[in-house]
C-alpha cells in the first residue's frame, strides 16, 4: 500500500512536469493574508538605505536571519505585515523610521493543491487563502460522470501551522500517507463533515466508477459505470435501452467474478420475476457481465469490442450516439 501511494505521488509530479495542469491561483480574500513557513524566500528593501536590504530564506526551524541583527526573527506561520513590524523594530536602532519593504518573492513551503482522476480539468491549485475541497473540485470543473461518486484526499503533509483538525489526519502508524474519503453528493451539499478545507500539498483524487457490462439480446451493447448509489439489474438494463426483439427476458446470466480470482460464477436470473415483484432485483458488483440470452459472439469478445468502441448495435432501434 505504501508504495501504491508513493507511485501515486510521483505520477502526479511527472504529470505536472508534462503540463498536467496550470497552476489556478485562489485570490487572497479580503482582510486576510497567507502566512510563511521553511524554505520561503524574503526579499527586504529599505527606502533610501540599500545597505540594508536582504534577500533571505525560512530556514526549517521557521527563522531567518537579519544582517546587523545577533537574533534570529521567527517567521514560521506569521504574516508578511508580522514579520515586517519586526524587522522594522529592529533596524530602528541603526536607522530613524526605516520604511521597510518586505514580501515573499517564492512560497516554496505552499506546494500546489493536485486535483486529478475523474475531473473534467485536472488542475494544480495555489491556494491564496483558506479553501474547502468543493471550491477546489469546482477548479477542475467537477467529477465527471463516470466518476464513482467518492473523492479520496491524501494529506501529503502536516498543515504548515494548527488547524482544528490535523490531529486526526495524523498517521496512524503504518507508514501510509493520511487520507480520508468523501462523496461527491455529501460535497455537493457542503456540510462541514463532507467539505473539510483543504491545505498545501494535499492529493484530490476522484475515483473511477467500476464497470458493468450489458451484452446480448439488447438494444446497446454497452458499458455502464456504477455509480455512488449501487447500480441495479434492471436499471443497467434500461440503459442499455431494454430488450431486443428476439431476447428471452427470463433467461439472464450475470457472470461475476468470483472472489479473490479471475474465474467467473454464473447467476441465473429471471426478469420477468423481477417485474411481478417475486424475485428481488439484483445488485450487479464491479466487473459483472449481464448476458440477456446468448450473445451472437463470444463473451469476451463482445466485452473488448465494448471496450474499445467497436462494438455495433444490432438493434432496429434509431442510431446511438454513446458519449463516454
Known amino acids: 500500500m505504501k508504495f501504491r501511494v508513493l507511485l501515486l505521488i510521483s505520477a502526479v509530479v511527472a504529470l505536472s512536469t508534462l503540463g498536467f495542469g496550470q497552476d489556478l491561483p485562489l485570490g487572497t480574500a479580503q482582510g486576510s493574508a497567507m502566512t510563511m513557513g521553511p524554505g520561503d524566500e524574503i526579499t527586504v ?18 527563522n531567518i536571519e537579519v544582517p546587523f541583527v545577533k537574533e534570529h526573527l521567527v517567521a514560521k506561520c506569521r504574516t508578511e ?18 520604511q521597510v519593504n518586505l ?15 475523474e475531473v473534467v480539468m485536472p488542475q494544480q491549485v495555489t491556494l491564496g487563502r483558506k479553501a474547502t475541497l468543493r471550491e477546489v473540485l469546482a477548479f477542475a470543473g467537477g467529477a465527471k460522470e463516470r466518476s464513482s461518486g467518492m473523492v479520496q484526499v491524501y494529506r501529503t ?3 504548515l501551522c494548527s488547524a482544528p483538525d490535523e490531529a486526526e489526519w495524523k498517521s496512524t502508524g503504518d507508514g501510509n500517507i493520511p ?11 457542503g456540510g462541514d463533515d463532507s467539505n473539510p478545507q483543504i491545505f498545501p500539498g494535499d492529493l484530490v483524487v476522484v475515483g473511477k466508477a467500476p464497470p458493468v457490462y450489458v451484452i446480448g439480446q439488447v438494444k446497446i451493447l454497452k458499458e455502464i459505470t456504477i455509480g455512488e448509489n449501487g447500480l441495479s439489474l434492471v436499471e443497467a438494463l434500461s440503459q442499455a435501452g431494454g430488450f431486443g426483439e428476439r431476447a428471452k427476458s427470463k433467461d439472464i446470466k450475470i457472470r461475476r467474478l468470483k472472489a479473490n480470482s479471475r474465474e467467473r460464477e454464473i447467476i441465473a436470473v429471471n ?6 415483484g417475486t424475485q428481488k432485483d439484483v445488485m450487479l458488483q464491479p466487473e459483472d457481465i449481464v448476458e ?18 467497436s462494438v455495433k448495435s444490432f438493434s432496429n432501434v434509431l442510431p446511438q450516439t454513446i458519449l463516454y
Not at 505585515?81 to 526605516?98: E, H, I
Open 81 to 98: 505585515r508580522d514579520l515586517r513590524n519586526d524587522v522594522t523594530k529592529k533596524l530602528s536602532v541603526y536607522l530613524r523610521d526605516p
Open 45 to 62: 528593501k529599505v527606502l533610501g538605505e540599500p545597505q540594508f536590504d536582504f534577500v533571505t530564506s525560512v530556514d526549517e526551524e521557521g
Open 292 to 309: 440477456v440470452d446468448k450473445a451472437p459472439k463470444s463473451v469476451a469478445q463482445t466485452v473488448l469490442e465494448i471496450v474499445t468502441g
Open 103 to 117: 514580501r515573499v518573492t517564492d512560497r516554496k513551503s505552499r506546494p500546489p493543491v493536485s486535483v486529478y482522476g
Open 179 to 189: 487520507s480520508r474519503f468523501y462523496s461527491v453528493s455529501s460535497i455537493q451539499k
Open 271 to 276: 426478469y420477468d420475476l423481477i417485474k411481478k
Open 157 to 159: 503533509r502536516a498543515p
